[in-house]
């Protein structure tokens, strides 16, 4: 049994094919009107680096925060909606935990055990030396960055409030 398709029938269905690819294609290369930065477009470069080593936490300024009067290394300090960068060059396994405190409020005493200690802005999970994790910070606040192995080293950084932009 021979199935025979005419000549034509293959003509149109390659034809319509061919419409609904390019159409498809077409349709994906359009400009995105929501107006949101789409992920190329993103600057994810650092205004502020934290070290995790092992001899604790240290602050520098990032590629971003140079020249930036709203980004310092001591004390930390860096305007909400900023990036940051924690970078792992210990010798062995690190992790960092961040807890943030609201403008006007006291901090959690993460070292007193009667105490329920509230969850982590930030929690790296262990990193290896060269690791490095990103984070972008929102609120602002105090983030305190502790290293898990040693909670009686921590980092202070001021999470200042963002600028408003006039129209």
Do not use: K
Not at 23 to 39: E, F, I, L, S
Not at 96 to 123: C, H, I, K, Q, Y
Request: hydrophobic residues 35%; negative net charge; charged residues 20%.
């Amino acid at each position: 049994m021979s199935l025979s398709v005419p000549r034509r029938h293959i003509t149109v269905i390659i034809a319509t094919l061919l419409v609904v690819s390019s159409a498809m294609a077409v349709g994906g290369c359009g400009t995105d009107q929501t107006g949101q930065p789409g992920v190329a477009d993103a600057d994810f470069r650092p205004r502020l680096v934290v070290t995790a080593d092992d001899r604790g936490l240290q602050a520098s300024v990032g590629e971003r925060g140079q020249g930036d009067d709203r980004v310092a290394a001591d004390p930390a300090r860096l305007p909400a909606g900023s990036v940051l960068e924690i970078r792992f060059t210990g010798t062995g396994e690190q992790q960092v935990v961040g807890f943030l405190t609201p403008p006007g409020e006291s901090p959690p005493d993460v070292g007193d055990r009667n105490v329920a200690t509230p969850s982590p802005l930030v929690d790296t999970g262990g990193q290896r030396p060269g690791d490095t994790v990103t984070v972008v910070l929102a609120q602002p606040g105090t983030l305190r960055m502790y290293e898990v192995a040693d909670r009686g080293a921590q980092l202070p950084v001021e999470i200042t409030p963002r600028a408003e932009v006039s129209g």
